[in-house]
């Protein structure tokens, strides 16, 4: 696994970044966060999103939209058409990018108000994903000026979806100085790539270049949760990804997310989950 801040480029004839990601193994699991909002259209594959505090099953033509700085993965489980790749079509804009258009553009107000929803992320129902799909495929063929007017066609399309779902409890806090901003994604990253090992609040407090309790009120208003509350929905949705695509034994499992006691995996997965990790693999089964 490689988590990181994702740093993404924009290519000179275009505002907005795109990316046709096909992968003939698997959608592995890579979590991490970047400042630009995701729009995610994943085909022929199904599995598990991972998105904040959220884990939930996605099926082939699932469309989800992320606000920035919000951690999220995928981790696939199989292929409806084994002969084909999981794909997944993923198109990221800053948000002075959107706050420029909807501000200036009145017919843009309603995918204003949509962003807004979508700082914690959002789901689209099937049958506006089903509406968005040819679009979102024709726009990846399309040169940068069309590429750009199907963006805000599909954008305007999801906003008028009013049942699409919300998917994280709580959105990270986008509005902090830029110095404070750093301190945060240093302490991520560093949580992120190193979440299955011991971490220390003395360790991340380091990193940030705070005291320990600047480091807790620092992270806690960035990020709604506590440090161990943080590292607990991490390690615990990283084991829900091996556990629905892997036959490796509970135990090693445990460790492997980081717990030296299986009895304490065990009860802090079911208090996540509301159910035993053996109760979660069955699901799968």
């Not at 999103?49 to 981790?75: A, C, K, M, N, Q």
């Not at 084994?82 to 990221?92: D, F, G, S, Y």
């Not at 945060?184 to 360790?203: C, G, K, M, S, Y």
């Amino acid at each position: 696994m490689k988590p990181y801040l994702e740093h993404l480029t924009v290519t000179e004839d275009a505002s907005w970044a795109m990316l046709n990601r096909r992968l003939d193994d698997a959608i592995p699991f890579q979590w991490h966060h970047h400042p630009e909002y995701e729009l995610t259209l994943t085909l022929n594959s199904r599995g598990q999103r991972f998105i904040g505090d959220h884990i939930g099953e996605y099926e082939d033509g699932d469309l989800v939209l992320i606000g920035p700085y919000l951690p999220h993965t995928w981790s696939s489980i199989d292929k409806p058409d084994p002969a084909q790749p999981h794909i997944a079509l993923v198109m990221w804009f800053l948000p002075d990018w959107a706050d420029h258009l909807t501000a200036k553009f009145p017919e843009l107000r309603s995918v204003g108000a949509m962003l807004t929803r979508a700082s914690a992320g959002l789901r689209f129902s099937p049958a506006t994903s089903a509406a968005a799909r040819p679009l979102i495929e024709i726009l990846f063929q399309r040169p940068a000026t069309e590429r750009f007017l199907l963006l805000l066609q599909v954008l305007s399309l999801l906003a008028a979806d009013r049942t699409a779902t919300p998917l994280a409890a709580t959105a990270p806090n986008t509005t902090s100085p830029t110095a404070e901003r750093t301190r945060i994604d240093r302490v991520l990253d560093h949580i992120h790539q190193n979440f299955a090992e011991p971490i220390t609040i003395a360790a991340l407090a380091d990193i940030a270049a705070l005291s320990p309790s600047g480091l807790h009120r620092t992270f806690l208003r960035h990020t709604s949760q506590t440090v161990s509350q943080y590292l607990i929905r991490l390690r615990i949705g990283r084991a829900c990804a091996l556990l629905s695509s892997t036959t490796i034994p509970i135990g090693q499992i445990a460790g492997d997310v980081g717990y030296d006691s299986l009895a304490n995996f065990n009860r802090q997965f079911k208090a996540l989950k509301q159910v035993t990790p053996r109760q979660y693999r069955l699901a799968f089964a």
